[in-house]
Protein backbone atom coordinates (compact mmCIF):
# COMPACT_ATOMS: atom_id res chain seq x y z
CA UNK A 1 0.00 0.00 0.00
CA UNK A 2 1.18 3.44 -0.50
CA UNK A 3 2.14 5.46 2.12
CA UNK A 4 -0.35 8.22 3.28
CA UNK A 5 1.04 11.19 1.39
CA UNK A 6 1.85 10.00 -1.81
CA UNK A 7 -2.00 8.54 -1.52
CA UNK A 8 -2.84 11.73 -0.36
CA UNK A 9 -0.96 13.56 -3.22
CA UNK A 10 -3.34 11.31 -5.99
CA UNK A 11 -6.79 12.24 -3.92
CA UNK A 12 -5.84 15.54 -3.89
CA UNK A 13 -5.12 16.23 -7.50
CA UNK A 14 -7.49 14.40 -8.22
CA UNK A 15 -10.07 16.84 -6.49
CA UNK A 16 -8.82 19.98 -6.68
CA UNK A 17 -6.73 19.62 -9.71
CA UNK A 18 -3.58 19.72 -10.71
CA UNK A 19 -3.00 23.11 -11.19
CA UNK A 20 -4.22 23.73 -7.75
CA UNK A 21 -1.86 21.82 -6.28
CA UNK A 22 0.97 22.73 -8.17
CA UNK A 23 0.30 26.53 -7.04
CA UNK A 24 0.44 25.43 -3.34
CA UNK A 25 3.53 23.12 -3.79
CA UNK A 26 5.00 26.19 -5.30
CA UNK A 27 3.98 28.84 -2.40
CA UNK A 28 5.04 26.43 0.54
CA UNK A 29 7.44 27.37 2.56
CA UNK A 30 9.47 25.79 5.51
CA UNK A 31 6.49 27.83 7.84
CA UNK A 32 3.58 26.11 6.26
CA UNK A 33 5.20 22.46 4.78
CA UNK A 34 4.38 20.50 7.81
CA UNK A 35 0.87 21.30 7.71
CA UNK A 36 0.79 21.25 3.97
CA UNK A 37 1.91 17.48 4.92
CA UNK A 38 -0.54 17.21 7.45
CA UNK A 39 -3.24 18.36 5.36
CA UNK A 40 -1.91 16.02 2.36
CA UNK A 41 -1.58 13.06 4.66
CA UNK A 42 -4.57 13.30 6.75
CA UNK A 43 -7.46 14.79 5.13
CA UNK A 44 -6.54 13.46 1.80
CA UNK A 45 -4.48 10.36 2.82
CA UNK A 46 -6.79 8.97 5.30
CA UNK A 47 -10.22 10.41 5.56
CA UNK A 48 -10.87 11.25 1.53
CA UNK A 49 -9.25 7.75 0.64
CA UNK A 50 -11.66 5.88 2.77
CA UNK A 51 -13.43 3.90 0.97
CA UNK A 52 -17.08 4.64 2.77
CA UNK A 53 -18.53 7.64 0.44
CA UNK A 54 -17.56 8.25 -2.80
CA UNK A 55 -15.28 11.88 -3.70
CA UNK A 56 -18.36 13.01 -5.18
CA UNK A 57 -20.31 12.38 -2.01
CA UNK A 58 -17.20 13.71 0.69
CA UNK A 59 -17.16 16.71 -2.17
CA UNK A 60 -21.12 17.65 -1.13
CA UNK A 61 -20.39 17.08 2.79
CA UNK A 62 -17.18 19.68 2.39
CA UNK A 63 -19.34 21.93 0.17
CA UNK A 64 -22.04 21.63 3.34
CA UNK A 65 -19.27 22.29 5.83
CA UNK A 66 -17.62 25.16 4.55
CA UNK A 67 -20.69 26.74 3.39
CA UNK A 68 -22.65 26.41 7.17
CA UNK A 69 -18.88 27.37 8.42
CA UNK A 70 -18.72 30.46 6.58
CA UNK A 71 -15.00 29.52 4.86
CA UNK A 72 -15.57 31.25 1.84
CA UNK A 73 -12.25 30.77 0.75
CA UNK A 74 -12.27 26.96 1.20
CA UNK A 75 -15.95 26.71 -0.10
CA UNK A 76 -14.71 28.77 -3.39
CA UNK A 77 -11.85 26.47 -3.87
CA UNK A 78 -14.32 23.37 -3.71
CA UNK A 79 -16.87 24.78 -5.66
CA UNK A 80 -14.34 25.31 -8.45
CA UNK A 81 -12.90 21.64 -7.98
CA UNK A 82 -16.79 20.60 -8.33
CA UNK A 83 -15.71 19.63 -11.67
CA UNK A 84 -13.63 17.52 -11.05
CA UNK A 85 -15.56 15.30 -8.85
CA UNK A 86 -18.76 15.33 -11.33
CA UNK A 87 -20.39 17.52 -8.75
CA UNK A 88 -23.15 19.63 -10.50
CA UNK A 89 -24.33 23.33 -9.96
CA UNK A 90 -27.83 21.76 -9.64
CA UNK A 91 -26.60 19.71 -6.50
CA UNK A 92 -24.70 22.54 -5.41
CA UNK A 93 -27.66 24.63 -5.07
CA UNK A 94 -29.46 21.71 -3.11
CA UNK A 95 -26.73 21.16 -0.82
CA UNK A 96 -27.05 25.39 -0.46
CA UNK A 97 -30.68 24.95 0.61
CA UNK A 98 -30.30 22.45 3.20
CA UNK A 99 -27.80 24.90 4.49
CA UNK A 100 -29.94 27.47 4.99
CA UNK A 101 -32.28 25.03 6.71
CA UNK A 102 -30.37 23.87 9.25
CA UNK A 103 -27.53 25.83 9.40
CA UNK A 104 -28.62 29.39 8.57
CA UNK A 105 -30.11 31.77 5.80
CA UNK A 106 -27.08 34.19 6.40
CA UNK A 107 -24.36 31.44 5.54
CA UNK A 108 -26.53 30.00 3.10
CA UNK A 109 -26.80 33.58 1.22
CA UNK A 110 -22.89 34.06 1.63
CA UNK A 111 -22.22 30.92 0.05
CA UNK A 112 -24.76 31.18 -2.48
CA UNK A 113 -22.95 34.24 -3.71
CA UNK A 114 -19.74 32.24 -3.67
CA UNK A 115 -21.12 29.73 -6.09
CA UNK A 116 -22.60 32.15 -8.13
CA UNK A 117 -19.21 33.99 -8.56
CA UNK A 118 -17.05 30.99 -8.92
CA UNK A 119 -19.44 29.59 -11.64
CA UNK A 120 -19.46 32.62 -13.33
CA UNK A 121 -15.97 32.76 -13.35
CA UNK A 122 -15.83 29.22 -14.70
CA UNK A 123 -18.09 29.98 -17.37
CA UNK A 124 -16.01 33.14 -18.37
CA UNK A 125 -12.80 30.79 -18.67
CA UNK A 126 -14.58 28.15 -20.89
Same mark, same amino acid.
Given at each position: ? #?? +????GMKVRRSVLGDAHVDRAEANKTPFDADFQ???? #? @?? =? %??? =??? !? %??? /?? @?? /??? @????????? +??? #???? /??????? @?? $?? !???? +?? $???? $??IYAGVPAANTAMAVAKRIYKELDEEA
Open positions: M #EN +KHEQQFIT #E @TA =W %GTV =WSR !P %GLD /HK @TR /HLL @TIAMMAALG +KEH #ELAM /HIRATQN @TG $VT !PDEV +KE $VLLQ $VA
